[in-house]
């Protein structure tokens, strides 16, 4: 059972585009939702993240925009550059303790110059 | 701080063969999390521990892989027998208990199983 659905697999967006990343979730227990970047042969690392409480947060070009009512979350790149390319995984904290996280499938993104 | 050290980073065996992996977390992280990174199944947690005891294994595949926290500043994840199928990518996470909700990666082991 896939609790954290996420889309596309792979996007590829030319450099100043806008690049947008879905994720669905199905428990409405998760009350924290993080997107990770990973570059080739990197771990994961936390790049922005968002509680239920608000619609939207903004860090720099990243954005996550949160539909509580409908159980989606995105991530948006504005002005997408080169250096953006890796692997996005979007998350949900909350299902099986508190400690853990649930991970998306995660989408490739490159950015084309 | 270094942040998480995992070793080796490749490992290539052959199947059969007895596999260990090993994390050292940053110090003063309290949670330490096991992961398997495949492009099948993605990010899946394998097990995790909270000062040093397990708290979930619900995610170890089977009676073939075990984790071991001996203490605060080592953990070892083992495979054996290895299988063709147990080849992925495994990582070590640790985390604060409070303050924040971040978890931080290491690199990452590369197991190849042949």
């Known amino acids: 059972q896939q609790q954290v659905k996420q889309s596309p697999q792979s996007l590829i967006v030319q450099k100043g585009g806008i690049s947008i990343i879905n994720c669905a979730y199905e428990?409405?227990?998760?009350?924290?939702f993080p997107w990770y970047q990973q570059f080739p042969g990197k771990g994961p690392a936390l790049l922005i993240a968002i509680r239920p409480d608000v619609s939207e947060k903004k860090e720099g070009r990243f954005t996550i925009s949160f539909n509580k009512s409908a159980k989606q979350f995105s991530l948006h790149i504005m002005d997408s550059q080169p250096g953006d390319s890796a692997t996005y995984f979007c998350?949900?904290?909350?299902?099986?303790?508190?400690?853990?996280?649930?991970f998306g499938k995660g989408t490739m993104l490159l950015v084309s110059p | 701080d270094a942040g998480v050290i995992q070793s080796p980073r490749h490992e290539v065996t052959e199947m059969g063969q007895e596999v260990t992996l090993r994390c050292k977390p940053i110090?003063?992280?309290?949670?330490l999390f096991w992961y398997r990174q495949t492009m099948m199944r993605g990010l899946e947690l394998l097990i995790y521990?909270?000062?040093?005891?397990?708290?979930?294994d619900s995610g170890m595949p089977e009676d073939r892989f075990s984790a071991k926290m001996p203490n605060a500043s080592f953990s070892t994840l083992k495979i054996q027998p290895s299988e063709p199928r147990d080849s992925a990518v495994y990582f070590c996470a640790t985390r604060l208990a409070v303050g924040t909700d971040t978890q931080y990666f290491g690199p990452g082991t590369r197991l190849t199983v042949l």
């Open positions: 998350a949900a904290r909350g299902d099986s303790g508190y400690s853990t996280l649930t």
């Open positions: 110090s003063g992280h309290d949670y």
């Open positions: 521990f909270n000062n040093n005891v397990p708290i979930d």
């Open positions: 428990n409405t227990a998760f009350d924290y």
